[in-house]
């Protein structure tokens, strides 16, 4: 956004919207200015629409000013998808109606802006489950969760988020209006744009509705838990773990993560552990009684001390959702990945951050999803040491990598952003990635949606 414009942005936006609803305060700017990464760059206004309509006004009066949208959600993310660079950042959370549940074709419908954790508790309500569940679900919209693909624990047995979206309502670049999918849980009537949207952060077109599926609410629920000596064996007991049927989420904590969480909150974690495996199980108890006494077997036979916390309300439950947050305490900065490998390649992948850390002199905790193969090493810094941050970025590229050479990728749930853009290429390879190109040229022949994101200049380890 350049200053010249600002004039006939400020018209544009009065001229479509009520008062209220868009700003140039700084305030509000810097307020924008930034998601759950590290990267930080301000819009030039901030826009609150509380419509479909208003979204549309907004998007056909920016096509004609060739003026950057920046769609954004609760502003969660953690790779820099939703951070603007002038232009207007289109905040959606004011689109945020009660939840509706079609209980008799086990669907949901809910505008973008509703937080995740609200439509579960309304299909919960209802005697349903809504499965994606990433840890900012409290926090987090459904549309921005449905734009990155989110998943969280329970994909390991139930998918992620593209597995339940059945339709969109989505605005395009030009304002148009569209309506993706349907209620009915097949179609195979023409392309599948809910799926090719699901995932497509914002660039592609704006989410402003979202029709999913639901499952029955499981009956029963056990946990189990490993605590391991080692990290390669851990990871080894978790490669068992995910060829049993009954777990619905496999996580991992390592050493560094525990001792880190247990710093801060004090739970009694086991902290002298190389690493712990958290073991989730649903369904029916004719089910779950087999399954859990399969999971402790198998957890014991592979060398780990096995525990039995209370459900989701345990300490180690909320050790793992708490992880994120304690460790932005230990410096002031976080560059938290989520590379993606197949499950058999986690014990090595570990091994290789392990690698990586010390040879950058890094503080690198790890945890995740392990039971799909989707770790999150994160690296804790401070963006104001210049020798340090090379290092970090040093050390990004060689996880990258790793996951790449271990035949994974490089984002499970957070997206691609401006975080991994530049080693797209080399994750999807030369050809899939032309393609995305002509896909974001044909919906947004103006580059105007969330430009600057997935697709970026080539990364360090092309060459």
Known sequence: ?????????????????????????????????????????????????????????????????????????????????????????????????????????????????????????????????????????????????????????????????????????????????????????KNATGYDLSRLLTGSEGTLAVLTRVRVRLVPLPPEQRTLAGVFPDLRRAGQALVALARQRGPAAIELMDQLSLRIVESVHHLGLPVSAAAVLIVEIDGWPEEVDPAAARAEALLREHGGEVLHPEGRGSALWRARKAISAAIARVKPTKVSEDVCVPRTAVPEMLTRIAAIAARHDLILPVFGHAGDGNLHPNIVCDRRDADEMARVELAVGELFEAALALGGTLSGEHGVGTMKAPYLAAAAGEGAEAAMRAIKAAWDPKGILNPGKVFGPRGRFHG
């Open 1 to 185: 956004m350049t200053p010249s414009l600002t004039p006939s942005l400020r018209t544009m936006l009065a001229d479509r919207l009520p008062a209220g609803r868009f700003s140039f305060d700084p305030v509000d700017v810097v307020a924008h200015a930034y998601d759950g990464s590290y990267r930080t760059a301000a819009p030039a206004a901030v826009v609150w629409p509380r419509s479909a309509a208003e979204v549309a006004a907004v998007l056909r009066g920016a096509a004609e000013l060739g003026v950057a949208v920046f769609p954004r959600g609760a502003g969660t993310g953690l790779a820099g998808g939703s951070v603007p660079d002038g232009g207007i950042a289109l905040v959606l959370t004011g689109l945020s109606g009660t939840p509706a549940i079609d209980a008799e074709n086990a669907q949901a419908e809910a505008d973008a802006g509703v937080t995740t954790a609200a439509l579960q508790a309304a299909a919960a309500a209802q005697g349903f489950l809504f499965p994606p569940d990433p840890s900012s679900a409290a926090m987090s919209t459904l549309g921005g969760n449905v734009a990155t693909g989110a998943g969280g624990p329970r994909s390991f047995k139930y998918g992620t988020m593209k597995d339940y979206v059945l339709g969109l309502e989505a605005v395009a670049a030009d304002g148009a209006i569209l309506a993706t999918g349907g209620r009915t849980t």
